[in-house]
């Protein structure tokens, strides 16, 4: 705002109305709303109490001043309801008119002629700028490179199941063949003698045998007890 102001001050305006104008208008601006340009009337006679127009990037304000310079009205159009804008340069000023959409019609008169060509530059470019918007070629960018990335993953995707469909084979189910566990049995030798035949010694160690066979769970307690008493018949 301050390089503006500048410029406008380069430009033959008054510095205190400038700098009374921008200090009511701190309060007022929007946010991103940033002043374009402020013309102020400047009439042949002493201009007391002068009325101005100030342009921003979002609208236009006039400024009148009321109650002797005590206080300033503020009447402001957004540039969506500016239909046009003219400049009428006279031999004592220039005359800066525009209108709205609704038909009503604003001239700010007895402006310095350069300040009014200023300001019909800047309302043309803003008015340019909503018939012919810019489009940020820059936000289009990565939603190419989005969808490209999302179509090679695809692809990627489409290949490996591709892959493992052709590579894959089905086993009928008759080709499985079940195992079973095989069954422990306690241990047997061919020139094992009859029960009747052992000592009580030996009747007592093949006893305890088979209840190592118990504890390790290769015989079943039911066995183990068919075991024991056919033992025990004989001891």
């Not at 310079?69 to 031999?91: C, N, P, Q, R, T």
């Not at 066979?213 to 075991?227: A, F, K, R």
Request: glycine share 2%; proline share 4%; charged share 30%.
């Amino acid at each position: 705002m301050i390089d503006n102001l500048k410029k406008i001050l380069n430009e033959d305006q008054d510095p205190k109305a400038i700098e009374k104008i921008t200090s009511k208008l701190s309060n007022l601006l929007m946010s991103n709303e940033e002043i374009g340009y402020i013309a102020v009337q400047k009439k042949p006679a002493v201009t007391i109490l002068p009325d101005s127009i100030v342009v921003t990037n979002k609208r236009i304000i006039l400024c009148k001043p009321k109650n002797l310079g005590l206080s300033m009205e503020f009447v402001d159009y957004d540039w969506d309801d500016i239909a046009g804008s003219f400049v009428k340069e006279g031999i004592l000023g220039a005359d800066f008119t525009f209108n709205t959409k609704s038909d009503l019609t604003h001239t700010v008169d007895y402006l310095p002629k350069n300040q009014a060509r200023k300001l019909y530059t800047y309302a043309k470019e803003q008015l340019d700028l909503l018939k012919n918007p810019v489009v940020n070629s820059t936000t289009s960018n990565p939603i190419i490179a989005e969808e490209i990335a999302f179509e090679e993953v695809a692809e990627v995707e489409e290949m490996e199941t591709e892959e493992v469909t052709n590579f894959a084979e089905i086993v009928p189910v008759s080709n499985y063949t079940s195992f079973e566990e095989p069954k422990v049995e306690a241990p047997t030798t061919s020139s094992e003698r009859k029960l009747s035949e052992l000592s009580q010694d030996e009747l007592f160690e093949k006893l305890q045998n088979y209840k190592k066979l118990l504890d390790n769970g290769l015989i079943m307690q039911g066995e183990y007890d068919n075991y024991k008493k056919e033992i025990l018949s004989y001891m």
